[in-house]
C-alpha cells in the first residue's frame, strides 16, 4: 500500500502545471517504512516506468532484494518489478486506471496524508 500511495502522489505532482520538463523530483515509491526521500526524472522517464503495473522508480538503496526485481538502472534511481501474484492489487491502486475498491480507497488515503513539499 505505501507503494501504491507514493505512485498516487507521484501521479498528482506529475500533472502540476509548473513541471518545466526537466529532471524534476518525485517521491522514491519504496516500502521502506518513512521514507520522504526524492529521486529525480524527467517526464519521459517517468512515463516509461508507468509503462507496466508493476513497475515502480525507487533509489537503487531501497530496492527489496528478496521481493523486487531491477528492471532498469539509472543515474539516481532504478526501476524495479514488483512480483505477479501482486498484479491484481497493483492494478486496482493504479491511478490510471479506472479501478475502485478497498485497496483504491486506501491508497489514496495515505497518498493524501504525503507532503510533497
Not at 12 to 21: A, D, L, T
Not at 62 to 90: N, S
Amino acid at each position: 500500500m505505501t507503494e501504491a500511495a507514493f505512485r498516487i502522489a507521484n501521479e498528482r505532482m506529475h500533472r502540476w502545471q509548473e513541471r518545466s520538463g526537466g529532471r524534476e523530483p518525485y517521491l522514491c515509491e519504496c516500502a521502506v517504512d518513512g521514507c520522504r526521500e526524492y529521486i529525480e526524472l524527467t517526464k519521459d522517464e517517468y512515463e516509461a516506468v508507468r509503462t507496466h503495473v508493476r513497475h515502480f522508480a525507487v533509489r537503487a538503496d531501497h530496492v527489496l532484494q528478496d521481493l523486487e526485481e531491477i528492471i532498469e538502472r539509472h543515474e539516481g534511481y532504478v526501476t524495479i518489478e514488483k512480483p505477479a501474484p501482486l498484479t491484481p492489487l497493483l492494478t486496482e491502486t493504479d491511478p490510471r486506471e479506472d479501478a475502485h475498491g478497498e485497496f483504491r480507497e486506501r491508497a489514496s488515503q495515505l497518498a493524501d496524508e504525503i507532503d510533497p513539499r
